[in-house]
């Protein structure tokens, strides 16, 4: 498998506008879901298996008919040569976070491992790892390091409605930006492969947000519950 691969201008401008607007207005973005590298961070997150993309796609609707293109055997192809295809493992669970950085702030050196507690596999790490560009600054700085051990593998300068997928295992980090106002805005998705056993004790669809019960109830008033569903 390839360490990462990019691709610039990934949607149509009209798809790229509305779904940055969608996740950036979003009344769920408050302080980071996440420890360590992220505490300086703001945003939100969502954890979905197969069974609830459709409630994701409900969410988000901006996310659209290219979510897929993000998703599972797209992201395998990005990274994957085709002679390999066939033993690669396709994603079939997803943590999606919503990371905003704002000036000077940084995310430290890492391997994603977010849902490695929850899914009981101790060496659990995602397949891949997908980032789209949302929002960046004109400033200096602000790059994606990625790293195979020792070594720097990339150095990837943000830009606007570029994606990026890359390996999993590998460690990486964002360093600051300096000279400009603004948010480092960025759609984070770990995509993972696991056992049914493991797959089990993952929920569908569950919402993460340190916004304000008041913000999750706007969020959810265009939706009421029917009776007798229960909210994660």
Request: aromatic share 10%; glycine share 8%; proline share 7%.
């Amino acid at each position: 498998m390839r360490e990462y691969r990019s691709q610039r201008a990934f949607l149509a401008p009209a798809h790229f506008t509305a779904l940055r607007e969608a996740f950036l207005g979003s009344s769920l973005v408050g302080g980071s879901t996440l420890a360590g590298p992220f505490e300086t961070s703001r945003g939100f997150g969502v954890t979905f298996r197969d069974a609830g993309r459709a409630r994701m796609l409900e969410r988000f609707p901006a996310l659209g008919p290219h979510f897929d293109a993000m998703l599972g055997e797209p992201a395998v192809r990005a990274l994957t040569p085709w002679w390999r295809r066939t033993l690669t493992r396709v994603p079939n669970c997803w943590y999606l976070n919503v990371l905003l950085v704002s000036s000077g702030g940084t995310v430290a050196r890492h391997i994603d491992t977010t849902l490695r507690k929850p899914s009981g596999v101790e060496d659990s790490v995602p397949e891949m790892v997908s980032v789209l560009y949302l929002s960046i600054p004109k400033a200096k700085g602000g790059e994606l390091l990625i790293w195979d051990g020792p070594n720097e593998v990339a150095r990837l300068a943000p830009e606007e409605n570029a994606l990026v997928h890359f390996r999993g295992d590998l460690a990486h980090e964002v360093c600051a930006f300096e000279g400009a106002e603004g948010l480092r805005a960025s759609l984070v998705i770990e995509q993972y492969h696991f056992t049914p056993d493991a797959l089990a004790r993952l929920p569908e669809f569950q919402l993460e947000s340190r916004a304000g019960f008041g913000a999750y109830l706007q969020h959810h008033a265009a939706r009421p519950l029917a009776p007798f569903d229960v909210e994660p």
